[in-house]
């Protein structure tokens, strides 16, 4: 695919006479340095431009963002990229995009920013990468419970100095209303609505409170259950059900990120840009 209107892109390598102070961030933050983060998950395509360290403009699709980059990326100027995929086709990176600028393909053999204890580091998710090195950019030295409130529910655990210990995956909010509803014969499909009582006095608020409150419940479990683990813990929210879900908790210290793996991958961008002038 080629870009109906030509755009400004410039490669762009770190100045090296500038040190690396933190291993959390990449040097490379002044005002006139731009990165496109993007994230290609399983219902929508995110992308984001940085500048400076912020996220200064981004976008979401509903199918492969591919198509309509050209013309939002018009008369932008950006150093680098880095594209995440957990989309079940996994679409290649366009040729135009990799012509134009330095692109850095998430994957199993990432260097990252992060220490990851994971045990099959070649089966964790791009997107559960990010969301870890995306909290420790935003709340760097905490401890971090990070929950995904997406198609599934992902728990990342990150200790304060940087190890990341694992994680659970669960059912997503819709994907346990739609499942009482497909996998039997008369249980109906309800709405995301809470009931008052949790109690049940039909079958409609049956269902609600046992998909929606009990994910509330498995959440706030969790996040009890590893606080021996994450000393100080914040629990940190992202995903399409996070504004739901996060008046529901009972936990202490509660924050919510909603572009929390454009942060991420912008971090994992900036570290391997960094490391590379290390060699």
Same mark, same amino acid.
């Given at each position: ?13 770190l100045?090296?006479?500038i040190?690396?102070? +933190? ?9 006139? +340095? @731009? ?22 403009? /981004? ?7 591919? @198509? ?10 950006v ?10 086709? +996994? ?18 053999? =990432? ?8 045990? =099959? ?13 995306? #909290?420790? #950019? ?12 997406? =198609? ?27 499942? @009482?509803?497909?996998f039997? $014969? ?5 709405? @995301? ?14 269902? /609600? ?32 059900d ?9 936990? /202490? ?13 912008? $971090?994992?961008?900036?570290y +391997? ?7």
């Amino acid at each position: 695919y080629r870009a109906r209107r030509p755009f400004r892109w410039r490669v762009f390598y770190l100045d090296k006479q500038i040190p690396a102070k +933190n291993r959390n961030f990449a040097p490379c933050l002044s005002a006139g +340095n @731009m990165y496109l983060a993007l994230d290609i998950g399983n219902t929508r395509v995110k992308a984001g431009i940085f500048e400076g360290g912020r996220l200064v403009r /981004q976008a979401k699709w509903t199918g492969h963002a591919f @198509m309509e980059l050209p013309d939002w990326l018009e008369g932008q100027t950006v150093q680098a990229a880095i594209v995440s995929s957990v989309a079940a086709d +996994n679409p290649e990176t366009p040729d135009w995009l990799r012509e134009k600028t330095e692109v850095l393909e998430l994957g199993s053999k =990432t260097p990252l920013p992060f220490r990851n204890t994971y045990a =099959t580091p070649e089966t964790l998710g791009n997107d559960r990468v990010a969301a870890v090195a995306g #909290a420790q #950019a935003r709340f760097p030295g905490r401890s971090c419970l990070i929950v995904d409130c997406g =198609t599934c529910i992902k728990y990342e655990l990150l200790t304060a100095d940087g190890v990341f210990l694992g994680g659970n995956i669960a059912p997503g909010l819709r994907m346990r209303i739609q499942a @009482m509803h497909v996998f039997t $014969a008369r249980l109906p499909e309800v709405e @995301m609505i809470m009931p008052a009582s949790p109690v049940g006095a039909s079958t409609t608020t049956a269902l /609600q409170n046992g998909a929606l409150r009990g994910a509330v419940l498995e959440i706030n479990g969790f996040a009890d259950l590893f606080r021996e683990r994450l000393p100080g813990q914040l629990l940190v929210l992202s995903g399409g059900d996070a504004r739901f879900l996060m008046p529901l908790l009972s936990q /202490q210290e509660i924050v919510l990120e909603e572009h929390l793996i454009l942060y991420g991958l912008h $971090a994992i961008l900036l570290y +391997n840009l960094e490391q590379r002038l290390r060699k």
